[in-house]
């Protein structure tokens, strides 16, 4: 898939960080599963990472580090994981098995810890989404990549969803002319209503181990697939507002936002929230040749100038070894990918981590936030 999210790229876009993809450490021998360890338990996609694990012969697991003894007996009860696997402390565990890479399941606060003390080992890190709670630790992540020349990936479902890629292809191809305005929708129930564990809960509703609450938690996806259909071009501005539908659950943090994107010629309303009847995670696509709107994972409809008509599009699969983060992971590891402007990539998350913060200060005071490019 990272052929088809780089394919209509800027040049210039592709020298913002190439020291840091042009000499990331020495690949993983073709072949050879990738050595992963866990870093941290209290983020519930742990729970999807280790249903996936037996499965996938791409990666191999080596070590699992989470303070919290208790939390940890529970996923090697869960799992049927071997005791030996378990560390309290991530620092002795990095060094007695220097893996291939971290996969890391922290709150997003700790995520800027758990990077730097990996890459002053030489190992990679894949977080989940978002990178990171504010521009600071982001550009601090940035500098540590690039000092230890290791690569950061940010892991987003989305990612994976092939209906996005064809969306993404279709508007590099210029199939859609122009883009113009971009919709997305994402969000659930909320945490509470659908029965996230008590751990997670905690953090995920904490507006400073989250940077937020829903704003962050679902905006990320759509500030993700926008900056990615933008060609990583950094806003002109950002204006959001914050709702707390339901404060008695969430007293501390928004539980539904709304967030304006502005470029010089194009806008993307991003919709995230916690209070949505049900689980959706969708995308409208405007240009001024058509446009397309996905529907699920691996569904989208489509509308072309002159055509009368939406259609449904046939939508192809992602390519082997690219339609989920494991293999993904273990493609950039081998050599096999190079995810310089793509919706893992470190270029492109700095941009949204930038969008966040400035939805989460607009909302806060109520003005336009104003950006330009971060420095190098």
Known sequence: MHRILRAALAPALALSLTPLFASAGA???????????????????????????????????VGIAEPDTKLAEQYEHRFHLDHALFYTDMNTMMDKLHPDAVLVYTDILDHRKVIEAAAQRGIPSMVEKPLATTVEDALAIRKTALEHHVQVLVNYETTWYSSNAEAIREANDGKLGTIRRVVVHDGHEGPKEIGVSPTFFGWLTDPVKNGAGAMFDFGCYGADLMTVLMHDETPVSVTAVALQDKPNIYPKVEDDATIIVRYKGAEAVLQPSWAWSFARKDMEVYGDKGYVVTEASDHMRARYVPEKAESQVNVPALENGQQDSLDYLAGVLHGQIQPDHDLTSL??????????????????????????????
Do not use: C, F, W, Y
């Not at 360890?37 to 249903?51: F, K, Q, S």
């Not at 270029?347 to 607009?362: F, G, H, K, Y």
């Open 347 to 376: 270029p492109t998350n700095m941009i949204v981590v930038q969008i966040l913060a400035a939805a989460r200060e607009s909302a806060k005071t109520g003005r336009t936030v104003m950006l330009k490019p971060l420095a190098e």
């Open 27 to 61: 690949p993983v021998a073709a072949n050879t599963p990738v050595r992963v360890a866990i870093i941290g338990l209290v983020h519930d996609h742990a729970l999807g990472l280790l249903h996936a694990l037996p499965t996938n012969s791409s990666v191999q697991l």
